[in-house]
């Protein structure tokens, strides 16, 4: 079992930033991506940015240009800096991280509890 702990939410006015980090723990063995979803009210769960165990990133499109992700391999943490905040952007941010498991032979999902942004006009 992998916990995954996120910080760093909270409410900003538009054209602030936060950034979020997500500390992984646990049975960890072989993370390989790792990446921060969002979900707001009545809408589906969507990827926000993602990155790979090389460092390769990709980003929704509404996040391209102003978030930033990034991981520490050591701390087993990953972040996402997120600027010129949006009343679009309110959502409660989930951390994501995907896992070899051995016992089933499958990628596991394990996510955070959420952490919540809220911005302001």
């Known amino acids: 079992q992998v916990q995954l702990v996120e910080s760093g939410g909270g409410l900003v006015q538009a054209g602030g930033s936060l950034r979020l980090s997500c500390t992984a723990s646990?049975?960890?063995?072989?993370?390989?991506?790792m990446a921060w979803y969002r979900q707001a009210p009545g809408k589906q769960r969507e990827l926000v940015a993602a990155i790979t165990t090389g460092g390769s990133t990709n980003y929704a499109n509404s996040a391209k240009d102003r978030f930033t992700i990034s991981r520490d391999n050591a701390k087993n943490t990953v972040y996402l800096q997120m600027n010129s905040l949006k009343p679009e952007d309110t959502a409660v941010y989930y951390c994501?991280?995907?896992?070899?498991?051995?016992?089933?032979?499958?990628?596991?999902?394990?996510w955070g509890q959420g952490t919540q942004v809220t911005v302001s006009s």
């Open positions: 994501n991280v995907r896992q070899w498991s051995i016992t089933s032979q499958r990628w596991d999902d394990y």
């Open positions: 646990g049975s960890i063995v072989n993370i390989n991506r």
